[in-house]
């Protein structure tokens, strides 16, 4: 089970995220503005990958920076820039946010049952279970 911090890492990982892309907007009538999607989105991934290392499992990082991203982007773009929030949207954000609580549970439901059996639920290069 991944620590706290790669939590907070997560999270970071997500406001670069939605940052470069609240950002694109912006860019194309001040294209200084570039230079801060190049640098979220590079951040992002570098602090994604800091989060897998931190022993967050694949699916339940890139599921949760994936989903959470589109939903704060969507939230911030209609408060900041006036885009369309509709009523089908936001119950659409809603199914991400179910998604990604269901997704975490699961995520520690396979932990305990890997650890119950004495394995760690990763997979090795070769496509095995690891021990």
Do not use: C, K, N
Not at 43 to 61: C, E, K, N, T
Not at 86 to 100: E, N, Q, S
């Amino acid at each position: 089970m991944p620590r706290t911090g790669a939590w907070a890492v997560l999270a970071l990982t997500i406001a670069l995220e939605v940052t470069a892309t609240l950002s694109l907007d912006a860019a194309q009538r001040h294209p200084w503005l570039y230079a801060v999607v190049v640098v979220g989105y590079a951040g992002s991934f570098v602090l994604l990958s800091q989060v897998l290392r931190m022993g967050m499992p694949l699916g339940v990082a890139y599921g949760i920076w994936g989903a959470t991203g589109v939903a704060l982007t969507a939230v911030l773009a209609w408060a900041l820039f006036g885009d369309p929030l509709t009523p089908t949207m936001l119950a659409g954000i809603g199914l991400v946010a179910a998604g990604v609580l269901l997704v975490e549970l699961g995520s520690q439901q396979a932990a305990r049952r890997a650890q119950a059996s004495g394995t760690t639920g990763t997979t090795d290069t070769a496509g095995g279970a690891s021990a």
